[in-house]
T-cell receptor, first 113, second 112 residues
Framework: SAVISQKPSRDICQRGTSLTIQCQVD?????MFWYRQQPGQSLTLIAT?????????ESGFVIDKFPISRPNLTFSTLTVSNMSPEDSSIYLC??????????FGQGTRLTVV | AQSVSQHNHHVILSEAASLELGCNYS??????LFWYVQYPGQHLQLLLK??????LVKGIKGFEAEFIKSKFSFNLRKPSVQWSDTAEYFC??????????FGTGTRLQVFP
């Protein structure tokens, strides 16, 4: 099973600033996924990141706000730009192995003040 | 739009009680179905999954789930819970083999 490491595990940021979250996987994967879990809510897919192409964003999420990099098959970053308190959430990186099972990182707990 | 509903937001049980967590989804096509668990301070882990075949699937730690196609349901069950089952449980649906659509989660607290 894939092992996913996310950094940072948590952060407190000032509004208007940006935070970049890193996701490292211990194996090569085609697609990586970024989810958001707002307080008291479900996990929502932000975007799918493929190596060598632009990320595909879900409805309600845009590249200017959540730029994503995918420089190789084991690494991706998600940036939360121009943050506001509404961006306070847990952000999770995920990969799918064997076309069936999704694995998740431990998440990044972001608080915007 | 595709959605997943979990009816129980917070469940409190005593050890040895039986558990059933409801999950319904709205999607007309073929789906893969999952239950994930998040223990306190840990990351999401797969509890069990259904792709096809026997609609009663068994997962880890004594959990099972039954897929009822006519009801668009995938309820999670365990005959006798333990204190260590205290966690948050998420039902998820994948209309394709990659994206997951999650329910809102059910927080389970088990008291000794």
């Amino acid at each position: 099973s894939a092992v996913i490491s996310q950094k940072p595990s948590r952060d407190i940021c000032q509004r208007g600033t940006s935070l970049t979250i890193q996701c490292q996987v211990d194996s090569q994967v085609t697609m990586m996924f970024w989810y958001r879990q707002q307080p008291g809510q479900s996990l929502t897919l932000i975007a799918t990141a493929n190596q060598g192409s632009e990320a595909t964003y879900e409805s309600g999420f845009v590249i200017d706000k959540f730029p994503i990099s995918r420089p190789n098959l084991t690494f991706s970053t998600l940036t939360v730009s121009n943050m506001s308190p509404e961006d306070s959430s847990i952000y999770l990186c995920s990969v799918v192995e064997h076309d069936t099972e999704a694995f998740f990182g431990q998440g990044t707990r972001l608080t915007v003040v | 739009a595709q959605s997943v509903s979990q009816h129980n937001h917070h469940v409190i049980l005593s050890e040895a009680a039986s558990l059933e967590l409801g999950c319904n989804y709205s999607y007309g096509g073929t789906v893969n179905l999952f239950w994930y668990v998040q223990y306190p301070g840990q990351h999401l882990q797969l509890l069990l999954k259904y792709f096809s075949g026997d609609p009663l699937v068994k997962g880890i730690k004594g959990f099972e789930a039954e897929f009822i196609k006519s009801k668009f349901s995938f309820n999670l069950r365990k005959p006798s819970v333990q204190w260590s089952d205290t966690a948050e449980y998420f039902c998820a649906v994948s209309p394709f083999t990659d994206k997951l659509i999650f329910g809102t989660g059910t927080r389970l607290q088990v008291f000794p």
